[in-house]
């Protein structure tokens, strides 16, 4: 069964720093895509992130690059956000989820962790 | 980017009705647009792949289609377990973008 647990979510002043992980199971991590989308409290969804199978390949929304970055370790059947100079804007539930090659919608997402900036 | 106008933003229904959410895109996805359901608390879930596809698991009550530029989301019998939000969204190029969702609730 697949399974995506995200972790490292909580609270942190603004200007801070955290790092989410996501472990994952039941499929063969190292052959799809992954990403990050995040919901702020009573909002819509917003795709954050996202990286190739083998991690050669990186997108960042927007608002967040030179701030957060992505990673994988394949090894490890663990995804990464690392998230530098937290603002309160980045308040929210951080959902990790996979993206099949060929259609790329999200098949798969996470319980989610959340995320609250706030001094 | 591609800017989702996903409408109503709500609407209000009973069990048995017939309900209808349109998303439009700002420009062409070709087919691309997928259909996501979310109940409170929960994450989201994958409803409709590929603007018609149906994803494994899911009810046949839920369909998918187009006309013109539109995409819409048929829910043929609105069951009680139904009543949650629904968001389309873009899979043809990053970032991917999300309609601002369509809360369906009980009249």
């Known amino acids: 069964e697949v399974d995506l647990v995200e972790s490292g979510g909580g609270l942190v002043q ?9 472990r994952v199971s039941g499929f063969s991590f190292s052959r799809f895509p992954m ?3 995040r919901q702020a409290p009573g ?3 917003e795709w954050v992130a996202k990286i190739k199978q083998d991690g050669s390949e990186r997108d960042l929304l927007e608002s967040v690059k030179g701030r957060f970055s ?3 370790d394949n090894a490890k059947n663990s ?7 937290l603002t309160a804007e980045d308040t929210g539930v951080y959902y990790c989820v996979r993206e099949p090659v060929g259609w790329f919608y999200f098949d798969y ?6 995320v609250t900036v706030s001094s | 980017d591609i800017q989702m106008t996903q409408f109503p933003s709500s609407l209000s229904a009973s069990v048995g009705d017939l309900v209808t959410i349109t998303c439009r895109p700002s420009e062409s996805v070709s087919t691309y647009l997928n259909w996501y359901q979310q109940s409170p608390g929960k994450a989201p879930k994958l409803l409709i792949y590929a603007a018609s596809n149906l994803q494994s698991g899911v009810s046949s009550r839920f369909t998918g289609s187009r006309s013109g ?3 819409i989301l048929t829910i043929s019998s609105l069951q009680p377990e139904d009543f949650a939000t629904y968001y389309c969204q873009q899979s043809y190029s990053t970032p991917r973008t999300f309609g601002g969702g ?3 609730e009980m009249k």
């Open chain 1, 14 to 22: 603004p200007g801070g720093t955290l790092r989410l992980s996501c």
């Open chain 1, 35 to 37: 990403a990050w989308v």
């Open chain 1, 43 to 45: 909002k819509g969804l």
């Open chain 1, 70 to 72: 992505i990673s994988r």
């Open chain 1, 79 to 85: 995804l990464y956000l690392e998230m530098n100079r």
């Open chain 1, 109 to 114: 997402w996470g319980r989610g962790t959340l």
């Open chain 2, 69 to 71: 530029t539109d995409f």
């Open chain 2, 102 to 104: 369509t809360r369906v």
